[in-house]
């Protein structure tokens, strides 16, 4: 604690100078799993990158403090060896505590807890003009409810109490085949109502084949089930693997056991299914056996530096997009006639109160609460010509609002600012911003929307980008630029295909 200490005092220092001129400062985490490009340069930036440890677990309050640098699956490590597990995990490894904090973040279990930010207690943060407080439900709850998805413009968050629940050997999943998108959407929303189930997800292959993932925790599979494990090289990527399951008996649910880790980052391995485009890209058999070769190069912290070292995240299709589930599925027939981009992603969210920089409804259920909202992740290349790009990008957003949905702030904002206010509470967040001495920072609307003009420049007069159009050189240089960052050994280093509760390699970790 005593570093801990130390490091918030020069990041208060850091801030405080800023402040005195009124100058708007990024925040450098060291590394990132953003799709967003800065805005400001590099001498405008508080170093927080030394915030990466969890400095304690509390195995009788079932708490721990945990620093923001800290990644998803160092904290799985940290506390699976106590027979603990947060009740959120992002899917991603990479993802860190401050991440699911200050953005938006939401699994397979937010149906039942909610985004990531309802499973901490309190975070320390320093604010805007360089004091350090603690938000909490009792201290500075409106700063506490609002900076959870304001995209760090309230302050820095310096450390979080997170909560913790018992930990189990597996979640034992059940792969639920449908035929149709309006099956798909009904079948995600019932499963999240049956008695039992602590996980629900869904991935759609095309119009007519999809499946919906339960799943349950459990120290002992069912007899007779199946251990299935994701995480080792010549290990099946989770969602062709569950493809095949339901191609096998297109009419029966599958059940396997998979081990509590493997199942919490089962999409590290290919990025979901974005991986197969570098294969795509490249012409290169995907199988297999080339998956297993390259495999050191298809887990999310690679495929994110590449993505952006190559230029191609001005040309790919990143959205992440929450919709009321009764036009949820004419959504996604619009997706397909317009995009035709599959598989997609399907996950039930349990709302944030209002007012919320969440994707939020204000339709109610019959007791007054929020409903749920179903998440549809859209991933993929968009057209070539980038004019056309935009428009596609723009006419999902209008396709989304006129539906009553919502998207993440980390996925691609072309909405002009008064848009993006009609959506948004402006009053209460410019109330806050002055109430906490955060004006000078940028705005939510500054830091995620994308700057159309400069992108259309970039692409007509960058050298760069017009050198990594001329094939293979944007996927060689993605590759490069990620092999010398050093990601791929992280895999390799932590090992979470051995992560068991309480086992000798979560100790280590």
Same mark, same amino acid.
């Not at 619009?334 to 349990?350: A, H």
């Not at 109610?364 to 980038?386: C, D, F, R």
């Given at each position: 604690m005593?570093a801990?200490r #130390? ?5 208060? #220092? ?5 402040? %005195?001129r009124?100058?708007?400062f990024?925040? *450098? ?7 967003r490009?800065?805005v400001?340069p590099?001498?405008?930036f ?9 400095l ?13 640098n800290?990644?998803m ?5 940290a506390?699976?060896?106590h027979?603990l ?5 992002? &899917?991603?490894p990479g993802?860190?505590v401050g ?24 975070v320390?943060m320093?604010? +805007?003009?360089g004091?350090? $407080?603690?938000?909490s439900n ?7 409810h609002a900076?959870?998805?304001a995209?760090?413009? !309230? ?5 979080? &109490?997170?909560?913790?629940?018992? +930990?189990?050997?597996y ?7 449908v035929?149709?998108?309006e &099956?798909?959407?009904?079948t ?12 629900? %997800?869904? $991935? ?7 499946? $919906?993932?339960?799943g ?6 069912t007899?007779?089930?199946r ?10 990527? !989770?969602?062709l ?6 191609r096998?008996?297109?009419s029966?649910?599958?059940? &396997?056991?998979?081990?509590? +880790? ?23 058999? !995907? ?6 070769f390259?495999?050191d190069f298809?887990h ?11 230029g191609?995240?001005i040309?790919?299709v990143?959205?992440?997009l ?8 004419e *959504?996604?027939n619009?997706?397909?006639?317009t995009?035709?981009?599959?598989p ?6 349990k709302?944030?109160?209002l007012p919320?920089?969440h994707p ?5 259920? +019959?007791s007054?609460e ?9 991933w ?8 056309k790009y935009i428009? #596609? ?10 539906l009553?949905?919502?998207k993440? !702030?980390?996925?691609?904002t072309y909405?002009s600012?008064? @848009? ?9 967040y @410019? ?14 609307y500054?830091?995620v929307?994308?700057?159309?003009e ?8 960058s050298?760069?980008?017009k ?8 996927g060689a240089?993605?590759?490069w630029k990620s ?7 992280i895999?390799?280093?932590?090992k979470?295909?051995k992560? @068991? ?9």
């Amino acid at each position: 604690m005593e570093a801990h200490r #130390a490091a918030v005092a020069k990041i208060a #220092a850091r801030v405080r100078h800023f402040y %005195d001129r009124k100058e708007p400062f990024r925040i *450098f985490h060291g590394s990132t799993n953003s799709t967003r490009q800065t805005v400001l340069p590099r001498t405008s930036f508080v170093d927080t990158s030394s915030l990466g440890h969890v400095l304690q677990v509390d195995v009788a309050k079932r708490t721990a403090l945990v620093e923001p640098n800290v990644p998803m699956d160092r904290l799985v490590a940290a506390t699976l060896k106590h027979g603990l597990v947060p009740p959120v995990v992002m &899917e991603f490894p990479g993802i860190t505590v401050g991440g699911g904090f200050s953005g938006t973040s939401g699994e397979s279990s937010s149906f039942k807890y909610g985004f990531f930010n309802k499973t901490i207690n309190s975070v320390e943060m320093v604010l +805007a003009n360089g004091d350090v $407080i603690t938000a909490s439900n009792e201290q500075h709850p409106d700063l506490f409810h609002a900076a959870a998805g304001a995209v760090g413009t !309230f302050g820095v968050t310096t450390l979080v &109490e997170l909560q913790l629940k018992k +930990a189990h050997r597996y979640v034992e999943t059940t792969y639920h085949p449908v035929s149709s998108i309006e &099956e798909a959407v009904s079948t995600v929303h019932n499963m999240t109502k049956e008695p039992g189930v602590d996980y629900v %997800d869904g $991935i759609i292959y095309s119009k007519t084949q999809g499946v $919906i993932v339960s799943g349950k925790l459990t120290d002992e599979p069912t007899p007779g089930t199946r251990v299935q494990r994701f995480s080792r090289p010549w290990d099946p990527w !989770f969602y062709l693997h569950v493809q095949d399951q339901i191609r096998k008996t297109p009419s029966v649910p599958i059940t &396997e056991a998979i081990p509590i +880790a493997e199942y919490l980052f089962r999409y590290d391995r290919g990025g979901f299914w974005v991986g197969a485009s570098a294969f795509k890209y490249m012409h290169f058999p !995907f199988n297999r056996v080339t998956r297993w070769f390259l495999d050191d190069f298809l887990h999310t912290r690679m495929l994110y530096r590449a993505l952006h070292a190559s230029g191609k995240a001005i040309s790919y299709v990143v959205q992440d997009l929450a919709l009321p589930y009764r036009s949820a599925a004419e *959504f996604i027939n619009f997706t397909d006639s317009t995009l035709s981009i599959y598989p997609l992603w399907l996950c039930p969210l349990k709302q944030d109160r209002l007012p919320t920089f969440h994707p939020h409804s204000p339709e109610t259920e +019959a007791s007054g609460e929020l409903k749920q909202m179903l998440n549809i992740g859209v991933w993929g290349y968009g057209p070539k010509n980038h004019e056309k790009y935009i428009e #596609a990008n723009r006419d999902l957003e209008h396709e989304l609002r006129r539906l009553g949905g919502m998207k993440w !702030f980390y996925a691609q904002t072309y909405y002009s600012e008064d @848009e993006f206010w009609e959506m948004y509470d402006k009053k209460w967040y @410019e109330n806050l911003r002055k109430k906490y001495n955060a004006t000078h920072l940028p705005s939510v609307y500054q830091k995620v929307r994308v700057d159309v003009e400069k992108e259309r420049k970039e692409v007509a007069t960058s050298w760069k980008l017009k050198g990594l159009r001329i094939w293979p050189l944007a996927g060689a240089w993605g590759i490069w630029k990620s092999i010398l960052s050093g990601d791929w050994k992280i895999p390799k280093q932590l090992k979470y295909s051995k992560l @068991e509760v309480g086992s000798e390699e979560s100790t280590k970790a």
